[in-house]
């Protein structure tokens, strides 16, 4: 089982619409979450950290965390076609002092 | 500018030759990290240091060597490159091991 999973896409949602991506991870305990999102030959950029249970809010984004279940998403609401990008998900590895990234979700926006 | 920068751009060499990919940054972060990404498998750790003169193997590392002399540089070393090295190379830094990573532009290398 990989350690960070993400569903490769693409997710094609219409301009609007609200985008859900999910990420699951196997280490139970891992602390922090990360969403990055990356533009095609970009470097990955951060928009979300998220560390305890429940959901965090930034704007259009929103990041939701349980960590019973294993699950990390995010959600984008009132997508846009800039919104179309890979969506990468990283989760730490305790004791390890590193983070593990899932493959990337592809997000396509159409107007 | 405050930041992490990687150099060169973009890259060209030979197999066999040599390769070192630079990578500078300027906030003083404790954790350097060096990831290549490859279409199908996402971005794949090589070498990470928590501090200056302390490194450690990632998931990938064979074929390469890094070095952290000072606490802002952390160059990446492809002792005699293959073309199985042909990807891109990001360097990324972080306050501390529960700190989101901070990623420099990339390096696009192409082993001919």
């Known amino acids: 089982q990989k350690e960070v999973e993400q569903n490769s896409g693409p997710l094609s949602v219409p301009e609007g619409a609200i985008a859900s991506l999910n990420c699951t991870y196997s280490d139970r305990v891992s602390q922090s979450f990360f969403w990055y999102r990356q533009y095609s030959g970009k470097s990955p950029e951060l928009i979300m950290s998220?560390?305890?249970?429940g959901d965090k809010e930034d704007g259009r984004f929103t990041a939701q965390l349980n960590k019973a279940s294993q699950y990390v998403s995010l959600l984008i609401r009132d997508s846009q076609p800039s919104d179309s990008a890979t969506y990468l998900c990283a989760v730490n590895i305790p004791g390890f002092q590193k983070l593990v990234f899932g493959t990337g979700t592809r997000l396509l926006v159409s107007p | 500018d405050a930041g992490i920068t990687q150099s060169p751009r973009y890259k060209i060499t030979e197999t066999g030759r040599q390769v070192t990919l630079m990578c500078h940054q300027t906030?003083?972060?404790?954790?350097m990290f060096w990831y290549r990404q490859d279409l199908g498998h996402g971005l794949r750790l090589i070498y990470y240091?928590?501090?200056?003169?302390?490194?450690d193997k990632g998931e990938v590392p064979d074929g390469y060597v890094v070095s952290r002399s000072k606490t802002e540089n952390f160059p990446l070393t492809l002792e005699s490159a293959t073309r199985s090295q042909t990807s891109v190379y990001f360097c990324a830094s972080s306050e501390d091991s529960n700190s989101p990573l901070h990623f420099g532009n990339g390096t696009r290398l192409t082993v001919t």
């Open positions: 240091s928590a501090a200056a003169d302390i490194t």
């Open positions: 998220i560390y305890s249970n």
């Open positions: 906030w003083s972060h404790s954790y």
